[in-house]
Nanobody, 119 residues
Framework: QVQLAESGGGLVQAGDSLRLSCVAS????????MGWFRQAPGKEREPVTT????????DYLDSVKGQFTISRNNAKNSVSLQMNSLKPEDPAVYYC????????????WGQGTQVTVSS
């Protein structure tokens, strides 16, 4: 199993930027597909963005396209989420997730980091 640790959440104002980071350990990072998910109060967890092990392919939730950017550094076993122009609908607990390969389901999760946006 992969251990994941997120950091970087916090309270920001609408329009501000925030960068989340996730460090993985326990398994070779270069085989993992990584993703960021979020869960707002009263809602189900939803995928925000994913990135393949090579970093060549990314996918985004339609509502965050052009606003959020996922990236990974395989040398540092880390994946980041740059969130720009944060909106009142973006607050949630953001989770880092890992899948064993580009074709597996996500089955490892971090503890989550809270993102709060004040208007």
């Amino acid at each position: 199993q992969v251990q994941l640790a997120e950091s970087g959440g916090g309270l920001v104002q609408a329009g501000d930027s925030l960068r989340l980071s996730c460090v993985a350990s326990g398994l070779p990072f270069t085989t993992l597909r990584m993703g960021w998910f979020r869960q707002a109060p009263g809602k189900e967890r939803e995928p925000v963005t994913t990135i393949t092990w090579s970093g060549r392919t990314t996918d985004y939730l339609d509502s965050v396209k052009g606003q959020f950017t996922i990236s990974r550094n395989n040398a540092k076993n880390s994946v980041s989420l740059q969130m720009n122009s944060l909106k009142p609908e973006d607050p949630a607990v953001y989770y880092c997730g890992a899948a064993l390969t580009d074709w597996d389901n996500y089955d490892s999760w971090g503890q989550g980091t809270q993102v709060t946006v004040s208007s």
